[in-house]
């Protein structure tokens, strides 16, 4: 790097390439130096792309769109769904006479498809044992670093309609 | 004389593997730093990111600071 050296009348090549043996122990060094600082640097560009990507990022808007009939799943029943995007799986999850929640069935993990379990009363990625809450998703158990993403249900008369998605 | 140059040299050597060692050390705090930016970023969380980077950019001039002296000491050692 040319322009953090001062300047001096040694050719840059005596710098960097050692004529005596016991120089080597520094060039080395330096080197090695300039190589984490350079790592470094990487690290914070990596910072700034986050922010970047944080910055510019667009709220996302999220379509209403219907995923079943209010009584079509019996309690502790289960229907499966795609929302926002016909790629994105998503479970609901009857968990009492009026109540409804929904989930992304993706894990957090490494995205296994999440189960509901009635028995256990949770929901469980078969993958790698992560068990997440069916109250709000949050993790019970497992490698699972963050909550599973929940759908905002709306009742439309007598439809249960999907209008967004919480991310915690 | 040769006695006295190879006692400045063995010097700057020590304190160029400290300087070194404290470099390693940043760059740590740095990597970890950045893995648990991303973490909460893709988490949906956007309020750290803004300290974080800011933190980042920190450590990285401690380190290009470090280089410098390490250079400095490293001319200085070597000088006839």
Redesign the interface.
């Known amino acids: 790097m040319p322009f953090l050296r001062s300047p001096s009348k040694e050719p840059l090549w005596k710098d960097e390439f050692s004529v005596f043996t016991s120089d080597e122990r520094y060039v080395t060094r330096r080197q090695f130096t300039k190589f984490l600082t350079l790592t470094s640097l990487g690290m914070f560009v990596g910072n700034l792309w986050i922010l970047a990507k944080a910055h510019f990022a667009k709220t996302p808007s999220f379509p209403s769109v219907a995923v079943g009939e209010v009584g079509e799943i019996p309690v502790r029943g289960v229907k499966l769904f795609a929302y926002p995007t016909p790629q994105d799986h998503c479970i609901l999850i009857r968990t009492g006479e009026e109540e409804y929640v929904a989930y992304s069935q993706k894990c957090t993990h490494l995205s296994c498809a999440v189960y509901f379990s009635a028995k256990d009363d949770r929901l469980e990625c078969p993958c790698h044992q992560g068990f997440f809450s069916v109250k709000d998703g949050s993790v019970l158990q497992g490698p699972p670093p963050r909550p599973l993403p929940q759908i905002t249900l709306a009742r439309d008369s007598a439809r249960l309609v999907a209008i967004g998605v919480k991310r915690s | 004389m040769a006695n006295l140059q190879r006692s400045k ?1 063995r010097r ?2 020590v304190v ?2 400290a ?2 060692t404290l ?2 050390f ?2 740590v705090v ?2 970890w ?2 893995s648990a ?3 909460t ?4 969380h ?1 309020v750290p ?2 300290p ?2 800011i933190f ?2 920190l ?2 001039l401690g ?2 600071a ?3 002296f ?2 400095r000491v ?2 200085e ?2 000088k006839p």
Do not use: H, K
């Open positions: 040299q700057g050597l160029i593997d300087a070194m470099v390693i940043l760059l740095q990597i730093l950045l930016t991303l973490e970023f893709l988490a949906g956007t990111v803004l974080a980077a980042s950019g450590l990285f380190c290009l470090l280089d410098l390490v250079t490293d001319r050692s070597r």
